[in-house]
């Protein structure tokens, strides 16, 4: 065991985690033959296999459950001995571990802007994973803070909203109900959906407001970019709901208008959370300010230009316009 690495021990953790050397080797960024490689290193290392396959099942050794629990104390022994020097040398030098939501990458990292100038001896890792990741790494205290719009009801953590996060309706410029106002969410019903993947809050989000008024949401595709959706939508497959930060980088082109549709937008927020009783290391807990405190000011200032140029209102019931 001695031969084994730090390294090896956090491929190990990932694959364990995530109970697949592929996901794994994407978390990692690294590819799958390497974290193959690594835990094969490992268990030769500790004198039993770690992993047994069972169909197409990972399964964890006794051996391996054994390494599980231990790789987790360490790397939580490591991670507040990290906090405790980052505290010791201030705010100028450190790491800032962050987990967003897919969507939340189109606001956070035009906040981190002015924030790593302000702090340029901070490193700052940025997760960007779609809603139910972003859960599991907040369960399993895997960053300092993490941003996404529908916070947990089943977990203890200490959460704040710093900015609005509307969710509009996106259609083709072209399409019928381009110019039409106060459509019923009946009539919306009819057209069909371009959704974001299972997990993302996103698609949650809309299928509450579907299922609450007792509407089938027709699906055609499922795509987990926020980004191949506007992509879709431009080439005629349907229409989505996505949030209007979505739009910030959108020109006086593009391909897409938002339609004026009853009980839309869904007004949610960003919120920063992190696990209740966690104690933040300084770098950590300015950042959280930071965001409670200017976030809202400096997401505005940089963002949402190209819609707002057009006459459309923060709360898109303005009248109608291309975006
Ligand atoms: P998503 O989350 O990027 O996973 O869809 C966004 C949200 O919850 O608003």
Redesign the pocket.
């Known amino acids: 065991m001695r031969q084994a690495t730090l390294h090896q021990l956090k491929v190990f953790e990932a694959v364990a985690r995530q109970n697949s050397f592929t996901r794994a080797a994407e978390e990692l960024f690294l590819t799958q033959p390497t974290v193959s490689m690594q835990v094969k290193q490992l268990s030769k290392a500790v004198g039993l296999p770690l992993f047994e396959q069972v169909g197409k099942r990972l399964y964890l050794t006794d051996a391996g459950k054994e390494l599980y629990t231990t790789c987790r104390e360490i790397f939580e022994r490591l991670s507040e001995f990290e906090t405790a020097i980052a505290d010791i040398k201030g705010l100028k030098q450190g790491a800032l571990k962050l987990a967003v ?4 990458k189109y606001v956070i990292p035009r906040l981190l802007g002015p924030f790593c100038q302000r702090h340029p001896g901070i490193d700052v890792s940025l997760t960007v994973t ?2 139910e990741y972003v859960i599991d790494s907040l369960a399993n205290n895997r960053h300092d803070l993490y941003i ?3 916070p947990p009801e089943d977990l203890d953590v200490t959460v704040q909203p710093f900015l609005e ?1 509307p969710l509009v309706v996106l259609a083709w410029r072209n399409h019928p109900l381009a110019s039409e106002v106060n459509i019923p969410l009946k009539r919306l019903a009819e057209e069909t959906f371009i959704m ?1 993947e299972p997990g ?4 949650k ?1 809309i299928q509450k407001v579907f299922d609450d008024s007792g509407l089938p949401l027709k699906v055609k595709l499922d795509l987990g970019s926020n980004e191949a959706i506007k992509q879709a939508i431009a080439g005629g497959l349907g229409i989505s709901v996505l ?1 209007l930060h979505t739009l910030a980088l959108e020109g006086t082109n593009s391909q897409l208008t938002i339609l004026d549709v009853e009980d839309f937008p869904i007004q ?1 927020y960003w919120y920063v959370i992190y696990p209740a009783g966690k104690q933040l290391s300084l770098i950590a807990q300015t950042f959280f300010d930071y965001l409670l405190n200017e976030g809202k000011a400096i997401a505005e200032q940089t963002a949402f230009q190209g819609v707002f140029s057009q006459g459309r209102k923060p709360d898109g019931h303005d009248e109608h316009c291309k975006v």
């Open positions: 939501v897919t969507t939340a779609n809603h996404l719009s529908q996060n974001r993302s809050g996103t698609r989000a949030s949610r």
